[in-house]
């Protein structure tokens, strides 16, 4: 696993593993490529490898990115290829660290399954060339969608590339998961000889736990606040990023701000605050701002925890691409303060706070998001029809998880 928000999901989700019953690497990303190996032990039974190394994008070199998307058409490839290379790309350190410790867990008796996450495909290709090589169990998940839905940049060549890539890592797997209904059908569709699961985000409970007796969370989230929210104003907070990895939200962003703009009474007691990593383009459509607002630079999550807890509403934005359910909702769901999402379509997400009634979706066509109905969604009274979230803890999904692994060694 490369270590961003997908690596992140799982490692919340594993450490509630039986450690009597798994021994767990996971295989991250160490940002200094000059920096050595680093291990780290953040549960029992678990061990975080932080490992040098490009992965395929616009940081890698062309030969670099050939060799990992060669390798899930050529599974031997990685492990040919002469170490002084190797050390160009993650995917090579990944798979040198990960062969040693399969071959000493499969000589000892141990069943092994290799769990590729994505994005970045290297992930997915690792875990396909690691499951070839000891005929072992293979898991792909898939956080965003490869093919459907695709993120990156669009071209008939580029599509042919992802389909191609994914068909081989799907190929070899067990086991595909993905975060939401859309994309689980889109795979059935395609693959119907595969198993498919949902396995949503979801949110830690012990990081909810631990909320109270975080001193330093409360005193740091208490000073955002006096610096940047008057005293007694209706907060209404949106966090982390929008459009960076779907610029679909930030357009949804320049209709919210055209559209709370017509509300001239939206001055003093009330306030929009965004936290988080913004974009260009988005901060200069927040300065366009009629209304109260303020922009607070990305902070600790700890911290912003502690700030959802102090809104009176949530402000989530989607843009068009139906399978979104984004990470930060499952967060949001667990504060128990009221979501307002602004969307383009209907998605995974919006299905998910009907279900759960923990809030109120606005669609951006249509004249459904009149100023008027903005308005009275972020600053009126919530619906107060709150339903079950169990279903995404993180403890509920590893159980699913283990489930999972234990027909996929036993079959």
């Not at 071959?103 to 141990?110: D, F, I, Q, T």
């Not at 308005?375 to 489930?403: C, E, K, M, T």
Request: charged share 20%.
């Amino acid at each position: 696993m490369s270590s961003n928000v997908a690596a992140e999901r799982f490692k919340g989700l594993l450490k509630y593993l039986d450690p009597a019953k798994y021994r767990i690497f996971i295989f991250a990303r160490q940002a200094s490529s000059a920096a050595p190996l680093k291990m780290e032990s953040q549960h029992a039974g678990m061990r975080v490898i932080a490992l040098p190394g490009q992965c395929v994008g616009s940081e890698s070199s062309v030969p670099a990115s050939l060799l990992t998307m060669a390798s899930a058409f050529v599974r031997p490839l990685p492990f040919l290829v002469p170490r002084g290379f190797a050390g160009r790309t993650w995917l090579m350190q990944a798979l040198t660290e990960a062969d040693r410790l399969c071959a000493e867990r499969v000589a000892a008796g141990e069943s092994c399954v290799a769990i590729g996450t994505y994005s970045p495909i290297d992930s997915l290709i690792a875990a396909a060339s690691l499951a070839s090589r000891y005929g072992i169990g293979c898991m792909q998940d898939f956080r965003d969608g490869l093919v459907f839905e695709a993120l990156g940049k669009p071209g008939w060549l580029r599509n042919l590339v992802r389909t191609q890539i994914e068909r081989r890592v799907v190929d070899i797997s067990g086991l595909v998961t993905s975060v939401s209904g859309p994309l689980v059908e889109d795979f059935q569709r395609r693959y119907p000889d595969k198993t498919v699961k949902v396995l949503p985000n979801g949110y830690d409970p012990a990081d909810f736990e631990r909320l109270a007796g975080d001193a330093d969370g409360v005193g740091r989230a208490t000073a955002i606040m006096a610096e940047h929210v008057p005293p007694g104003a209706t907060l209404i907070g949106h966090f982390g990023r929008i459009g960076a990895s779907d610029s679909s939200a930030s357009v949804t962003l320049e209709h919210f701000i055209d559209t709370l703009n017509q509300c001239s009474d939206i001055t003093t007691g009330k306030q929009v605050m965004f936290v988080g990593e913004l974009t260009p383009s988005e901060r200069a459509s927040i300065e366009r701002a009629r209304f109260p607002v303020c922009v607070v630079p990305p902070v600790e999550r700890t911290v912003a925890l502690q700030l959802m807890k102090r809104c009176s509403k949530l402000l989530l934005l989607t843009g068009s691409r139906v399978s979104c359910a984004t990470g930060k909702l499952f967060d949001y769901l667990a504060t128990g303060v009221d979501v307002v999402c602004v969307t383009q379509v209907r998605n995974a997400a919006t299905v998910i706070l009907a279900e759960t009634g923990a809030g109120r979706t606005l669609l951006t066509g249509g004249g459904q998001t009149n100023a008027a109905t903005l308005r009275d969604a972020l600053f009126g009274p919530g619906d107060g029809a709150r339903h079950d979230i169990s279903a995404y803890s993180r403890v509920v999904q590893a159980g699913l998880l283990d489930n999972w692994i234990s027909r996929m060694v036993t079959a």
